[in-house]
């Protein structure tokens, strides 16, 4: 496998890895001094990984008439390489069909990315052996995270039986999970368990409207305990110290800290709210990275709000809603953090 042992150790112990957005212009241009300072501000806020070219970077970034995954992808790479002593994991969204979803993970394996969160967006009505096939192939490249993209988003409905035979395969060292749905993400545990290799594949949370109770909760799936390690996450795209946060807490909570489970009983459901508002759940998510951006510009990290589809703009009402999370919940805030460094992230 063309990738160190020391960055899967890490992926596998779990951690925080922001789903990584797209700075852009008012042209539609990349913003190379925004889009570092992104990258610089999820490392030092303490996030153990990277996940770019990813739905919240907005999945245009591989058409190839935009010219933008390599370069996108580079960036990361590059920003990361700053730091030396806190080296975040590298994790490349891959789309499309086989032949492209083999030749973008040579080219993330070439800049130095550490693993692929392989999706099914793109791959059109190929059958889920189709889709295999295709993990099998990216595995030959390159280590795979499997990712269970709800279908609003552009994924599919996938079964127990899936994700058994997906897990099976050795290149297969994490799962991705989510569909925003309970008993979806039942079927990926079992299925899981089933191939054999629990010890093997970390599972990450991907379900933005349930966080906490996914990084509590732990599964006794036929006397296998399974848990989630950590978060994949578009909502961690913001408010990042806050993110670390939870997950130490978490780890507290499963030691028996009663302290530290009531109190992230108590952010669930802020949590929650929240993230209904940024992700626009009221109108099926269409507006989940402009709200994403709402909140970075907020911030100061992005000075505007600009998709690449000019059509991916906030729903009515949701910019209410923005306002009104914002004002309710300070606590999840990481606003003097980032004003703090904002400016030396931009100097570079």
């Given at each position: 496998?063309?990738?160190?042992?020391?960055?899967?150790?890490?992926?596998?112990?779990?951690?925080?890895?922001?789903?990584?957005?797209?700075?852009?212009?008012?042209?539609?241009?990349?913003?190379?001094?925004?889009?570092?300072?992104?990258?610089?501000?999820?490392?030092?806020?303490?996030?153990?990984?990277?996940?770019?070219?990813?739905?919240?970077?907005?999945?245009?970034?591989?058409?190839?008439?935009?010219?933008?995954?390599?370069?996108?992808?580079?960036?990361?790479?590059?920003?990361?390489?700053?730091?030396?002593?806190?080296?975040?994991?590298?994790?490349?969204?891959?789309?499309?069909?086989?032949?492209?979803?083999?030749?973008?993970?040579?080219l993330a394996r070439d800049l130095g990315y550490?693993?692929?969160?392989?999706?099914?967006?793109?791959?059109?009505?190929?059958?889920?052996?189709?889709?295999?096939?295709?993990?099998?192939?990216?595995?030959?490249?390159?280590?795979?995270?499997?990712?269970?993209?709800?279908?609003?988003?552009?994924?599919?409905?996938?079964?127990?039986?899936?994700w058994?035979?997906?897990?099976?395969?050795?290149?297969?060292?994490?799962?991705?999970?989510?569909?925003?749905?309970?008993?979806?993400?039942?079927?990926?545990?079992?299925?899981?368990?089933?191939?054999?290799?629990?010890?093997d594949i970390a599972l990450y949370t991907g379900n933005d409207d349930h966080i906490v109770m996914d990084l509590l909760t732990t599964y006794d799936v036929g006397g296998q305990r399974v848990e989630v390690v950590g978060g994949l996450l578009g909502q961690w795209a913001v408010w990042v110290r806050g993110a670390v946060d939870v997950l130490a807490t978490a780890g507290r909570a499963r030691a028996g800290d009663d302290v530290a489970l009531r109190e992230l009983l108590a952010l669930n459901p802020v949590l929650t709210d929240a993230n209904a508002a940024i992700f626009d759940a009221a109108h099926a998510f269409h507006g989940c990275v402009p709200g994403i951006h709402e909140v970075l510009r907020r911030q100061g990290l992005l000075t505007g709000l600009w998709c690449l589809d000019e059509d991916e703009v906030l729903s009515p009402g949701q910019l209410a809603e923005i306002d009104r999370i914002w004002a309710a919940y300070p606590q999840l805030r990481d606003d003097d953090f980032i004003a703090e460094r904002l400016d030396r992230w931009l100097r570079g």
């Amino acid at each position: 496998m063309p990738t160190t042992d020391g960055p899967l150790r890490r992926f596998r112990a779990g951690g925080v890895i922001p789903a990584h957005p797209l700075a852009i212009d008012e042209d539609r241009k990349l913003d190379e001094r925004r889009q570092r300072a992104l990258s610089r501000y999820y490392v030092e806020a303490g996030a153990s990984g990277l996940a770019v070219a990813v739905h919240t970077t907005q999945f245009a970034v591989h058409e190839p008439g935009r010219g933008l995954l390599a370069p996108v992808l580079e960036l990361a790479a590059e920003t990361a390489g700053e730091y030396p002593d806190r080296a975040p994991v590298l994790v490349a969204g891959i789309v499309g069909p086989t032949q492209q979803a083999v030749t973008e993970a040579e080219l993330a394996r070439d800049l130095g990315y550490d693993l692929a969160l392989l999706t099914p967006y793109g791959t059109g009505g190929a059958t889920e052996d189709e889709l295999l096939d295709r993990a099998r192939a990216v595995g030959e490249v390159i280590p795979v995270i499997g990712f269970y993209l709800q279908p609003a988003v552009g994924g599919r409905v996938l079964g127990r039986d899936f994700w058994r035979r997906l897990g099976e395969q050795p290149a297969v060292a994490g799962v991705k999970i989510a569909p925003f749905d309970r008993y979806a993400t039942l079927e990926v545990v079992h299925g899981l368990a089933e191939s054999g290799r629990v010890g093997d594949i970390a599972l990450y949370t991907g379900n933005d409207d349930h966080i906490v109770m996914d990084l509590l909760t732990t599964y006794d799936v036929g006397g296998q305990r399974v848990e989630v390690v950590g978060g994949l996450l578009g909502q961690w795209a913001v408010w990042v110290r806050g993110a670390v946060d939870v997950l130490a807490t978490a780890g507290r909570a499963r030691a028996g800290d009663d302290v530290a489970l009531r109190e992230l009983l108590a952010l669930n459901p802020v949590l929650t709210d929240a993230n209904a508002a940024i992700f626009d759940a009221a109108h099926a998510f269409h507006g989940c990275v402009p709200g994403i951006h709402e909140v970075l510009r907020r911030q100061g990290l992005l000075t505007g709000l600009w998709c690449l589809d000019e059509d991916e703009v906030l729903s009515p009402g949701q910019l209410a809603e923005i306002d009104r999370i914002w004002a309710a919940y300070p606590q999840l805030r990481d606003d003097d953090f980032i004003a703090e460094r904002l400016d030396r992230w931009l100097r570079g």
